[in-house]
């Protein structure tokens, strides 16, 4: 089993839906991401969780937000979803011992708004 | 602010040929620097990392890098590629309590 697991993998959704994205890990990690990756754009970070206690905003926050249920749980929600949140979503840990900065990305969740 | 540049969006090369991609950066300290690979329909997965001393970092499938300072660079090179590394290839910057940055990758494709 993967270590970063989201579901769902593939979304379609209608503009004004709301959907949520889930993330779970047995990494044993505290620190959580949420990116967004377009073609061209390389991946942006939306949010960001290092422990359940701690949530930030990353540099394309607006029209999501998230939770942090548990550890091992980090999930994205788009309250009102738009067209220009058609995009491909990953998950990712890191563990904060010895600050190496290294990234276990999920396998990735596309959402597709029509 | 810390900043990745990746000035190749596509590249093209025949099997077994030799590979660089390039990668530049701006970082206000040393900076801990990573290249990583997205094969279709996957995550990312990290090839290497660099944190500091020998400045040729050796990686996973037999990819390398060279950290140089003095051209803010962090080129990725493998010797002789081969078909299964078609893929996108992403650079980035950042960790310990900084946030990584990412680069736009770069896509690579292996020719017969």
């Known amino acids: 089993d993967a270590d970063v697991t989201q579901t769902p993998r593939n979304r379609i959704t209608k503009t004004g839906k709301r959907i949520m994205l889930e993330c779970s890990q047995t990494?044993?990690?505290?620190?959580m991401y949420w990116y967004r990756q377009d073609p061209g754009l390389g991946l942006q970070l939306i949010y960001y969780?290092?422990?359940?206690?701690?949530?930030n905003k990353g540099e394309i926050s607006d029209g999501y937000s998230v939770s942090r249920q548990a550890q091992a749980k980090f999930s994205l929600s788009l309250e009102s979803a738009i067209p220009n949140q058609t995009a491909l979503y990953f998950c990712?840990?890191?563990?904060?011992?010895?600050?190496?900065?290294?990234?276990?990305f999920g396998e990735g969740s596309r959402l597709t708004v029509l | 602010a810390q900043s990745v540049t990746q000035p190749d969006i596509h590249i093209t090369v025949s099997e077994g040929a030799s590979l660089e991609l390039r990668c530049n950066y701006s970082?206000?300290?040393?900076?801990?620097l990573f290249w990583y690979v997205q094969s279709p329909g996957q995550g990312l997965q990290l090839l290497l990392k660099?944190?500091?001393?020998?400045?040729l970092v050796q990686g996973i499938k037999g990819f390398e890098a060279e950290f140089k300072r003095s051209q803010s660079s962090f080129n990725l090179r493998k010797p002789s590629v081969h078909w299964s590394d078609a893929a996108e290839y992403f650079c980035?910057?950042?960790?310990?309590?900084?946030?990584?940055?990412f680069g736009t990758g770069t896509k690579l494709q292996v020719i017969p």
């Open positions: 660099y944190f500091s001393g020998d400045t």
């Open positions: 969780s290092f422990d359940v206690k701690d949530i």
């Open positions: 990712a840990t890191s563990d904060p011992t010895g600050f190496t900065g290294e990234l276990f």
């Open positions: 980035a910057v950042g960790g310990g309590y900084q946030k990584v940055t």
């Open positions: 970082y206000g300290a040393t900076p801990y």
């Open positions: 990494k044993g990690h505290d620190r």
